[in-house]
């Protein structure tokens, strides 16, 4: 009596490594986290969205352009971040 399925090949290549996929995940979550700090949070957001998308180059994402977009977006998060400093004289700005 055998209790479990025996181990086949087609099986054991059916699962894929999840490093890719988490690294595609990180370039969208980058973007998106960008694309938000542009107008809330960019002193927290926009480093995120440079790590993120940092992690996810290095991890080798498939979603190269996004990640590349996050990275800019993340950049640009602080630049308004600075550009808004420098028009109120403080260290937050508001609308």
């Known amino acids: 009596m055998q209790l479990t399925a ?4 087609s099986t054991a290549t059916a699962v894929k490594p999840t490093g890719r996929r988490d690294a595609d995940g990180m370039a969208v979550a980058s973007f998106i986290l960008g694309l938000v ?3 809330v949070l960019n002193v927290f957001l926009g480093p995120i969205a440079i790590a993120l ?43």
């Open 6 to 9: 025996p181990a086949s090949s």
């Open 37 to 39: 700090g542009l107008l």
């Open 53 to 95: 998308a940092g992690v996810a180059l290095w991890r080798g994402t498939a979603r190269r352009g996004r990640a590349f977009l996050g990275l800019g977006l993340g950049i640009a998060d602080l630049l308004v971040l600075v550009a808004f400093m420098q028009l109120d004289s403080t260290v937050s700005w508001s609308f």
